[in-house]
């Protein structure tokens, strides 16, 4: 029997035609596929919008199957993404077109749980794509970690054999996360550490956003293949920017304005928190863009330093409330440098602090604040 579109499948489930190609644009939005106007080349016809290739890509392409472990890991991630500010975009990855399989989510326990991953292991092999939470465990043969008298190294060895990819979501699951923190007594590594036979793809944080992971699936199951990553398999689309890059403090980081505690002057004025320990300026996420809980705030908005949580080695990496002068981050897999160049370019920069627009740091602060007071207006509406 022909397998059902994921068109067909939303459309049983009484998504309207009008609330689809809504639905198309968002998930555009979402897998970070830029709009570019349709361009007509001559004697071809117009080239597809992003709308537009996500719409066909829904009405052609059959479901695909996600099958979704958790090692050593606080389920936050999981957490993140049933509580996530895109519902009708979670509410899809999680429901009606994608999970087949999830330890914390399904409704089966003990046994008929173990059964229902063996049947889904068989039945999609070498189609699931495999996304993984927490981090394995190497220490005495993996036993640290064990489901149903599987240590999690057989788990995921099993489990991603038939995947025809794999997704790390959360910063456990891609580079061992606090489970790895010094003296990491359970060896907890990285699931790219371990698979490499198969495309493997990171999306750290603590937790993931989960429109990242929702976004990076929902490209698989769109355009059969994972983004283009950078060096440390992160979706660019993502994570090609600092927090830093589109931070709102980064007026007064321009400015030289800098809180010196967390109760002082500068930090009731929305001061830049570089100097308690802000990591934004070596930390690729897209926390500054998509923030959290329907656009609400993220950490340095809501008054805390960025800690790095979508970098290796985060837990580690030089304390989190100590000024960045020579901040450490991971170039590539097994080395660790020493970025005494940016410290000197950072230090370059705050040279130039009477140059500095004052106008805009305070026009950024009237923004930041009426739009606190409008979220506070809106809880209250809600709450
Ligand atoms: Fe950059 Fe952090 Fe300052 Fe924001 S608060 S401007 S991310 S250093
Ligand atoms: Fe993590 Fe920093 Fe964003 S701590 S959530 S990457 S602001």
Known sequence: MKEKTIYEHLREKGVSRRDFLKLCGTIAGMMGLEFVAPVK???KSLSPSPEEIVAQALKTRPKVPIIWLEFQDCAGCSEAISRSSSPLL???VLNDIAIEY???LMAASGFQAERAKEECLKKYYGKYVLVVEG??????DGIYCTVAGKSNLDLLKEAASGAAAVIATGNCACFG???AAHPNPTRAVG???LIQDKPVINIPGCPAIPEVTTGTILHFLIMGQLPKTDQLKRPLPFYGNTVHDHCL???FYEAGKFAGSFDDEGAKKGYCLYQLGCKGPTTYNACAGLKWERGLSYPVQSGHPCLGCSEPHFWDGGGFYQ?????TIRLDKGSTATLVGAGVAVGAGLAGVNALKKSRAKKELKKQQASEARAETENKKEG
């Open 41 to 43: 080349a001559p004697g």
């Open 90 to 92: 979670s509410n899809l």
């Open 102 to 104: 999830h330890e914390t």
């Open 135 to 140: 981090s394995p465990t190497l220490a005495e």
């Open 177 to 179: 996360g606090i489970p």
């Open 191 to 193: 699931v790219a550490d």
């Open 249 to 251: 403090r980064r007026p």
């Open 323 to 327: 000024g960045q002068s020579a901040p």
